[in-house]
DNA sequence: CTGTTAGCGCCTTCAC
DNA sequence: GTGAAGGCGCTAACAG
């Protein structure tokens, strides 16, 4: 590959003036540039970003987002999204899988390939010593969905959202209402489950029970579809359900079906995160999501330096066909 | 933050020899790497992965995956697969979505990202003078799907499958098959349409009807389900039709149901790619697909230049709930 | 076993 | 309007 020193030589001039043509910045007169520019076709020559940041902030133009579960399509999603945000400050955007296992490892790999910021989304703890690797690198953190820091108070509130679903619930005649969840571990810091049983109390439902079990060990569709089948294969226990996300709420729809019940006349089942996809099951997912796009740019902004605290994003209960419908 | 050279000075040895300890390649004294492994972990110091690459071949470690829909989970599915493919390698695959208008402009930014190679899955053409500047930087390059070079014949045989499928709805006994395509340029490259027009001569049918449209412009679920909708709402013109992909499959089911039609005894719908999703929808999607961790393991290897040529992967029928089942 | 030197491609500072 | 020099962090070739 042919680099600024080669360009320079067959243009007859500095290899600074080069930079300078390719950056269109300082002055160089219209010849120069022609001659410059002539060479550069001629040749192929493509600039090479990744020595450019080397020389000069020593981070690469990758923005790392960590989920637990890349077999969510929601996580895609909010990468796409991401993408989009991040494409005026020309970043990339790389995925990771993390799980308990391996976090520290993966982020590790991500300073070393010294990404600008990493959007943590798995709920997983970092060592302190991994994270002081981070900070000494000049890499951004934040932790998706919940907030741990000053500086990026960005976060969804559910509550408005879960509190109108559970009220819904209630009008149209549901008596038992549960959550399906999965790690235990993730259950301290999740705001969905802190808001549900806000909801509940408000409604005057008592204690609720919420499932745990192993996702995102396994993947969120089976975990749903293997947890429903458990529960309603000899009975009714629940006349509602609350799903972590929408990729278990399909699953546990699905296993509902195969158990001979009618979704909802006896069973109404609620997502969250507004998957794309949810619209045209049968019945469609009923759901509940903050604006992904917001909180995409939230976080692209944030590992940009670019960002003003103060952010709290409204979540919205999408209702539709797999819940009752009010009497109207 | 800190580089290699503080370390060496720290630890009272060259920089040379710090690589060394941090490659475990050469001889170094064990008290030396424990001295220098002492200073390490005083410092937080991490190795810089780029400023290594580009010292040594230039080009990044990271492969790009170019898709035509990013709103497509399979290509989700297929950037996850070569994310574990790459593992092996410590490579990252970072995506892009490419259409008519910005492929060249896309590519251009990846090679000077220098990524290591790039997977095309788009059937998008290039201009020459980009795909110059693509072997000028030494990047591979790869077009998924369809088999266009000799040094990277991958290929998935989709006859074997497409076939099975048209037999078995020819012995469920339908008579109307029609095939939802999508954008007329993509025509001409695009083997499941050859293998889908091979099948049905070979069972007799007459030349079949296939539906052109904006896809991928539009959300392959959303157009799935527009086209349903017009052909579908006032008669059954087909009782069987194969989708491009699953997203649009699920777009028809779900526009059939909203007609009315009954899945599959007034219409049979056969996908492709075999989207994890498929088996949870009611009806289950039926599906075409080849092996897509082959396929992946592939595309990473090639890039790697640790590809061995001659590969061609089968490709399966999975008949499920969206098809007539033979009665026995 | 260890150190010196040069170079990867770019950018920035300073000088003319 | 232009050029020379030094540095980003790392690796490789060549000594000793």
Known sequence: ??????IAKMAGVSTTTVTRVLSKSGSVSPKTVEKVYNVIRETGYTWNAIASNLSKNNLSNII???????????????FDSMMK?????????????????NANEVVEEIVSNRARGIVNMGLVPLTHECMRRVDLAGIKFVHGGIRDREDCDFHIDYQEAVSAAVRHLKDTGCKKIGFLFGMKQKLLHDEKIQCFRRAMEECGYKEPDIFLGSYPNVSASVFGYEQAKKLFSDATPYDALFCLNDMMAVGVMRALMDCG?????????????????????????????????????????????????????????ICRESVRKLET
């Open 85 to 101: 945000a991040a494409r005026p400050y020309s970043m990339l955007i790389s995925i990771y899988s993390i799980s308990n296992m």
């Open 1 to 6: 590959m042919i680099g600024r020193r080669e």
């Open 261 to 317: 019940k009618r979704i909802p006349e006896d069973v109404s089942v609620i997502g969250f995160d507004n998957i794309k996809l949810g619209e045209f099951f049968k019945p469609s997912v009923s759901t509940l999501c903050g604006d992904i796009i917001e909180e995409a740019k939230a976080y692209v902004q944030y590992c940009m330096g670019d960002y003003t605290p103060g952010v709290t994003v409204k979540s919205r209960f």
């Open 64 to 78: 790392a987002l960590l989920v637990p579960d890349m077999t969510n399509y929601y996580y895609m999603e909010m």
